[in-house]
């Protein structure tokens, strides 16, 4: 009932747009800034900082973003996404964290449920190949109230905190989410607050990236 119920409530839409906040620290540098979200379910996620001085174009296939502060620019497949959250990530899974749904599909295996405080929390009942996961779902709404992938033997974990829920033209959105990504002795932190957000609007994704910069390249 409870995994049934979480996709029963899952949101249908065609686009997502409005201003979000985002507070980001990885232990040398700390930014806040306030950028544009977005969105066309499930192709793709886009994000402009002010004057576009930061842009970023998510789809399933690819990476992509510049900086114009740095002059410099990643074009390539998910392993930054990967690097920086803590876990291996694929465009499902980043859209399912930004609007609170289980970054896994909870349809693919079976779950021992209990309850937690005021949540319900799930464990898969077997040992995954790739995840470590556990899920807390709220049970007003049954959107998650926690999750959690964990990668021990590879020292990676992403942790992920919905402190709070908007209802907004009867579709129920993360209001702030608190993310929390380890990998090996890297800490990341990001909060991530959503303001003034719209559905259904029509809505274009302009994209390119500037002549002249330099690739980022992962070692």
Do not use: C
């Not at 033997?153 to 702030?176: A, F, M, S, T």
Request: net charge positive; hydrophobic share 35%.
């Amino acid at each position: 009932m409870i995994i049934r119920n979480h996709y029963k409530n899952e949101l249908n839409f065609k686009t997502l747009t409005g201003r979000i906040r985002i507070d980001y620290s990885d232990g040398y540098s700390t930014q806040s800034m306030g950028v544009s979200l977005r969105m066309e379910k499930d192709k793709a996620i886009w994000i402009s900082a002010p004057l576009g001085v930061v842009k970023a174009f998510i789809t399933p296939e690819r990476v992509s973003f510049y900086n114009k502060l740095e002059n410099q620019y990643f074009d390539g497949d998910f392993s930054y996404l990967s690097r920086m959250l803590g876990t291996d990530v694929d465009f499902e899974i980043v859209q399912n964290l930004l609007l609170g749904q289980a970054l896994l599909d909870l349809r693919d295996e079976r779950y021992l449920a209990q309850v937690n405080g005021d949540n319900y929390e799930l464990k898969p009942k077997r040992a995954m190949d790739l995840f470590k996961p556990l899920f807390r779902i709220e049970p007003g709404n049954f959107k998650l109230a926690a999750q959690q992938l964990s990668q021990p033997w590879n020292k990676r974990l992403l942790e992920i905190r919905y402190k709070n829920y908007q209802l907004k033209d009867q579709h129920i959105l993360p209001n702030e989410i608190g993310i929390v990504a380890i990998d090996t002795d890297q800490r990341t932190t990001i909060a991530i607050e959503y303001r003034s957000m719209e559905f259904n609007r029509r809505l274009n994704f302009p994209y390119k990236i500037p002549k002249g910069y330099q690739e980022i390249v992962l070692k």
